[in-house]
């Protein structure tokens, strides 16, 4: 258990759809950091969050939004869902804002499989 | 971020030292050298990462070519567990940007 956890682990949704993915980071982590990985894509990604606040953006959607609420867990929605969202979605955690060379704590991520 | 290459794939036996190459050319004078690795269906995890000296952990050593254009990722002793796609990652954390994973190195460990 890496203390990171998200929810749920799988999830089977229809295209068009709106789905939303949970994790809370590890006790006393500030930041925390969504990814993508689909076969074809390797690890993408996707956006930053540190104390509540948007940090950064990589490659995510316009479909795609993620928030970060007072007690720091996370939550990543996707709407209008389509087949090449299919992907393993992870949550990782870091104490800092990404200038202390801390490492990231991965969850164990959920795999969204859209028919 | 400056870039990494690394082998798409490795084969070890099994309790035999596995060496994993990466080449960073273009790193500058204060990206640290970071290494996670993936087991199958499961998240990254942190290995081990290093700046200009060669580094030493319980999972693993990290040995940094002098001119810092490489470094390689030692497990002395390859188990079976220690089969995943392993990531060679560069980032400045003055800049504080996120982590980029590349396609990393798949390694098999025979038994």
């Known amino acids: 258990d890496s203390g990171v956890t998200q929810t749920p682990k799988h999830l089977i949704t229809a295209t068009g759809q709106r789905v939303t993915l949970r994790c809370s980071p590890r006790?006393?982590?500030?930041?925390v950091y969504w990814y993508q990985q689909s076969l074809d894509q390797g690890l993408q990604f996707l956006i930053q969050?540190?104390?509540?606040?948007?940090?950064a953006k990589g490659n995510i959607l316009e479909r795609f939004s993620a928030q970060q609420f007072p007690d720091l867990h996370s939550e990543l929605n996707l709407s209008s869902l389509e087949l090449g969202d299919s992907a393993l979605y992870f949550c990782?955690?870091?104490?800092?804002?990404?200038?202390?060379?801390?490492?990231?704590?991965f969850g164990s991520g959920t795999r969204l499989t859209v028919v | 971020d400056a870039k990494t290459t690394q082998p798409n794939s490795m084969e070890s036996n099994e309790e035999e030292p596995v060496h994993l190459p990466c080449n960073h050319s273009?790193?500058?004078?204060?990206?640290?050298i970071h290494w996670y690795r993936q087991l199958p269906s499961q998240g990254p995890e942190y290995v081990i990462h290093?700046?200009?000296s060669n580094v030493n952990n319980r999972m693993a050593s990290l040995a940094i070519a002098e001119d810092r254009k490489s470094s390689t990722l030692i497990l002395h002793r390859a188990t079976l567990r220690d089969a995943a796609v392993y990531y060679c990652?560069?980032?400045?954390?003055?800049?504080?940007?996120?982590?980029?994973f590349g396609t990393g190195t798949s390694l098999t460990v025979i038994p």
């Open positions: 290093g700046l200009t």
């Open positions: 990782a955690s870091s104490v800092d804002i990404g200038t202390l060379n801390y490492g990231y704590t």
């Open positions: 969050y540190y104390n509540g606040e948007e940090r």
């Open positions: 006790s006393g982590d500030l930041s």
């Open positions: 273009t790193i500058s004078g204060t990206d640290y």
């Open positions: 990652i560069l980032r400045d954390p003055n800049t504080g940007n996120q982590f980029y």
